[in-house]
């Protein structure tokens, strides 16, 4: 079953940065799925269309099969299935507790507050940092506010987690503990997109990789299937 696609989908910047070049990519619900490519290559502009924050110029972003509407009322819907960890956790950590920030969306969402004090334990747990709730985000180390970001996605409880360059950065022991946490997330059925340089990750960890070069996706298959040259 496919989950989300792009259909010819191209995307040029204002100032006329030809970013995206005919994309089509579909990813199933479930998969994991690593894109490969190096700076400038798309990857995060791809992303952004992945839950609406860009629409496209031309083509298509299509979620369960139905065309994106960019309409605000089912954008808002689209974001709760659609959660996107960017590489800076500064753009995403706004309020000014760890507890605060990662209860917001919830709280968004309408729910109960025992439910969202469930999830936001939950998500603070998932993520290991059960112990900052109190803490304000802007005293976090990098890799704390990192976990916090990601807490904070989780507690939307979203169907599919895109990760623009998690690992960029971390040592091996960060980037392993974090492939952990990517490991349990897709045992509980969610579809894991994201984004990366390191060829070894992208092999030892998706079912798919597509590999990105300037706007346009080169190659696509199942790891066994593609020949990377290094
Ligand atoms: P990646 O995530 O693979 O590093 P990006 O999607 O960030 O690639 O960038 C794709 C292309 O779009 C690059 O040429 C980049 O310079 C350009 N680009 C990214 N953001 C902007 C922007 N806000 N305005 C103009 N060009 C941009
Ligand atoms: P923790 O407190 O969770 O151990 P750290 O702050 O020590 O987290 O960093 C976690 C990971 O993030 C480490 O692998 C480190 O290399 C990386 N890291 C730390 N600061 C930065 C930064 N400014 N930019 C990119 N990566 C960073």
Not at 92 to 105: C, E, H, T
Not at 115 to 122: A, E, G, I, L, M
Not at 147 to 171: H, K, Q, Y
Request: glycine letters at 8%.
């Amino acid at each position: 079953e496919i989950i989300l696609e792009a259909l010819d989908l191209e995307y040029h910047y204002p100032d006329g940065t030809n970013a995206l070049r005919k994309i089509n990519l579909r990813v199933k619900r479930g998969e994991k799925v690593a894109i490969l490519g190096s700076n400038g290559a798309g990857k995060s502009t791809l992303f952004m269309h992945f839950n609406g924050i860009y629409q496209p110029c031309s083509g298509s972003v299509r979620y369960r099969g139905q065309k994106i509407s960019y309409k605000n009322k089912d954008l808002i819907e689209l974001r709760k299935k659609v959660g996107i960890v960017f590489q800076d956790p500064d753009s995403q950590l706004f309020s000014a507790s760890v507890y605060q920030d990662v209860s917001f969306g919830p709280i968004n969402l309408g729910l109960l507050e025992e439910t969202v004090v469930s999830r936001v334990n939950q998500s603070l747990a998932a993520t290991e940092t059960m112990d900052l709730e109190d803490k304000p985000t802007h005293l976090l180390s990098y890799g704390q506010k990192k976990r916090v970001s990601i807490a904070g996605v989780l507690a939307m409880e979203p169907e599919i987690i895109i990760f623009d360059e998690p690992t960029a950065g971390m040592d091996p022991r960060h980037s392993q503990e974090f492939m952990q946490l990517l490991e349990k997330l897709s045992k509980k059925g969610i579809t894991i997109i994201l984004s990366t340089h390191d060829v070894d990750l992208a092999y030892s960890w998706a079912d798919r990789i597509a590999i990105m070069y300037k706007g346009e996706v080169i190659a696509d298959g199942e790891p066994g299937e593609l020949f990377i040259r290094p």
